[in-house]
């Protein structure tokens, strides 16, 4: 049917625009049937042409449909391929690392070269990753892009994208390989004798093999029934059933927790029921995807060791750009400000007279970014010298759909994000507005925890101090019992429209911070 809607369309405006059918999806709740229709760049559509399109679709459509037809650009460069690229691989296969060695999707034909290790290029090739992206570019682009995995010539995966084809500070930072260092290692079962481990967190492709470390959490030994043959009779049916036993357990290391699995023989499985809850063992063994969509080791050899410290996690952070390139803050205008520093009004301490501070909320798809979670929304303000100057707004594309109890809270929906910067792009600016200020938030270590977790993954340290408003209000707001912010706003009779989005909490948050200013005291600070 694609196609020959496609065909009318041409036909009908003498193919001067190369109209392709993208996409058409039903929205259920509303009974809207949402149409994207690609034209060639460097054309005009007139609303006239638009007109013509619009009345071809919807007669090419069932019918008993609201039709909400958008047309798009097919606007093919290397940086928009690229972010297309970025956003598959990160949503689909985001723990392989890669470089870009070849990126030429501005001609005919396209066509990109990706570099990895050699030890997940079988991995990549069982899970057909070339074909789906070349799928997946050719409904974003209409376009045929050849893709191609090769065996990286350097050790280290240590850059995304060449610096030439995109702004490489917009990507996120790799993670290199990293180790953990064992001493004192005593094979257990086979005779594996390595000093180091990789993170568990930096291994977690199925297919793959891979030596980790850890303490054990648990372990339980478990059986199973399986069929053999008695020996000496090699008849059809004569099979019994026989009772073995395997044993399951956990260990966790600095970085994550992961389950195991092993298969005892007759002359290891006595060594194996010597282990315990709290021992520190390294394990070599298979990598599988387990039923819950994670990663679970089906284990080979076990020995026990001692697990050295953490070593201190070096980063190359970037430094604060030299100007505003994707989210300009604009000046802070509110009307009634005047009347926070009237004659009336307390004077403010030395300590908010004399720094910057930026004030600052978010609004996320769920409580953890640990879990996955990411930012939708980000509301600040600067007070300088005890006014506010400045504000930063803005959505953040998540490139997920948004969860509908995360909506429930805050209200915004797939279409609020779907033209929006991505993280990358947001916390790059954010971190130039932030430079040199104390942070400010209620309960500010939860909005603080996804900007360093997502600044860090794009190579900004966001190592500022942080004064948490919350524990402002418990200390000093009498009268209440409930410390939402809603609450301490209404106590402190400020007004908060519109609560759970992000500037309108930030800017009540102000209020609540310049109220309770002079019961100011060092311990707020973080």
């Known amino acids: 049917m694609a196609n020959d809607i496609d065909n009318l369309l041409n036909a009908k405006t003498n193919y001067k625009y190369d109209f392709k059918l993208r996409s058409a999806t039903l929205e259920k709740d509303t ?80 066509d990109i070269c990706f570099a990895v290790g050699e030890e997940i290029l079988q991995y990549i090739e069982d899970k057909a990753v070339a074909y789906s992206l070349q799928q997946f570019l050719k409904e974003q682009f209409d376009k045929d892009v050849k893709v191609e995995f090769v065996k990286s010539d350097s050790q280290d995966i240590t850059e995304i994208a060449d610096e030439d084809l995109v702004f490489a500070e917009d990507f996120a930072l790799p993670v290199a390989a990293r180790y953990i260092d064992l001493s004192d290692v005593s094979p257990l079962v086979g005779d594996l004798k390595d000093n180091q481990a990789f993170y568990i967190e930096d291994k977690r492709i199925p297919g793959t093999e891979a030596v980790l470390c850890g303490k054990i959490t648990y372990i339980k030994e478990c059986s199973y029934v399986k069929k053999v043959k008695p020996k000496g009779n090699e008849e059809e049916g004569d099979e019994i059933s026989e009772q073995r036993c395997y044993f399951r357990f956990g260990i966790e290391d600095y970085s994550g927790k992961l389950s195991c699995v092993i298969f005892p023989t007759a002359t290891n499985i006595e060594k194996i029921k010597q282990l315990g809850a709290g021992d520190n063992i390294v394990v070599f063994g298979s990598l599988d995807e387990d039923k819950f969509g994670g990663v679970s080791m089906k284990v080979k050899e076990i020995s026990l060791c001692v697990i050295e410290p953490e070593k201190e996690e070096v980063i190359e952070y970037k430094p604060e750009p030299e100007e505003y390139r994707y989210i300009f803050p604009e000046p802070y205008v509110y009307y009634t400000q005047a009347n926070l520093f009237d004659m009336a009004a307390p004077e403010l301490p030395q300590f908010i007279k004399n720094n910057k501070f930026v004030v600052f909320d978010l609004e996320t798809t769920g409580l953890e970014y640990s879990a996955g979670a990411k930012i939708l929304e980000i509301g600040a303000i600067k007070l300088e010298n005890g006014e506010m100057t400045e504000k930063f707004e803005c959505f953040v594309n998540p490139e997920e759909k948004i969860p509908k109890d995360a909506t429930a809270v805050h209200g915004i929906k797939d279409e609020d994000v779907k033209d929006a910067f991505t993280y990358q792009k947001v916390l790059r600016d954010f971190y130039k507005f932030t430079r040199g200020c104390y942070l400010v938030g209620y309960n500010v270590d939860f909005d603080y925890g996804f900007i360093k977790h997502y600044g860090k993954k794009c190579g900004y340290n966001y190592d500022n101090k942080r004064i948490d408003v919350l524990k402002m209000a418990t200390k000093n707001v009498r009268g209440i019992t409930r410390f939402k912010l809603g609450l301490v706003a209404d106590a402190l009779g400020i007004s908060l429209e519109n609560a759970h989005r992000a500037i309108n909490d930030t800017r009540a948050t102000v209020d609540v911070f310049l109220k309770l200013a002079d019961h100011y005291e060092d311990g707020f600070i973080n």
């Open 31 to 110: 009974n809207t049937c949402l149409v994207e229709i690609l034209y060639k760049d460097g054309v005009i559509l007139s609303p006239d042409v638009k007109a013509v399109a619009q009345e071809v679709v919807k007669s090419s459509l069932p019918d008993g449909f609201a039709y909400d037809i958008k047309f798009v650009k097919n606007f093919v460069t290397n940086e928009a391929v690229m972010s297309k690229v970025k956003s598959f691989m990160d949503k689909n296969y985001s723990s392989i690392s890669y470089e870009i060695k070849n990126l030429n999707c501005e001609n005919q034909t396209g």
